[in-house]
């Protein structure tokens, strides 16, 4: 999910040193947006790479690199967007396709969305949002779903003012 805590430049230009060593891009830049290809791999790693560190969430290579290279290869199962300003990826949203009954069949899960530090807070989380929801629409699905981890207050309260309900349910998971 979109993470508004503090994390050190430094930290980011390390994860992404194997996909592009140019400095971050100016305030003033204006953002785009693609689908990700197999070409974008090595930047949406390195994306998640410093996403996980940010998150202190396990980044396994390997593992990490199969998922990626199993959405993008099989679009049945959802998209990567790669953000870009300048041709130069400063994040990425990840929307997957899920089924349940309660949301009356498939349903969208933004599963990861992640800006650079340098970029946050300029409405870009919100654009975001509005894209997953477009491109849910456009997969067919009945409604857009995300999880947040309960201390990420500044993401609860940008999901909040963007129409999502919090359900008051925690998530739990079984590895198998």
């Known amino acids: 999910m979109f993470t508004g805590a503090s994390f ?13 060593t140019r400095q971050p891009p ?21 994306l998640m790479r410093a996403f996980y560190t940010e998150e202190t969430l396990v980044f396994e290579e390997s593992v990490a690199q199969r998922a990626v290279h ?8 959802g998209r990567i967007i790669v953000l870009e300003i300048a041709d130069r990826p400063i994040g990425y949203l990840t929307l997957t396709v899920g089924f ?7 349903y969208a899960l933004v599963d990861e969305l992640y800006l650079i530090p340098s ?8 654009h975001c949002l509005e ?17 947040v981890n309960h201390a990420n ?5 940008l999901y909040l003012r963007n129409s999502f309900r919090d359900d008051r349910r925690d998530l739990f998971t079984r590895w198998l």
């Open 70 to 77: 199993d959405l993008l290869t099989h679009p049945q199962l």
């Open 119 to 126: 970029v946050r807070g300029r409405g870009w989380g919100r």
């Open 100 to 106: 349940s009954l309660e949301f009356h069949g498939r």
């Open 8 to 20: 050190p430049q430094e930290n980011y230009t390390a994860a992404m040193s194997t996909a592009d």
């Open 26 to 46: 100016e305030p003033t830049d204006r953002p785009s947006h693609r689908v990700a290809t197999v070409a974008d791999e090595g930047d949406v790693l390195a």
């Open 153 to 157: 207050t500044r993401a609860r309260t």
């Open 131 to 147: 894209l997953a929801a477009s491109l849910a629409r456009e997969m067919g699905t009945n409604a857009l779903r995300l999880e």
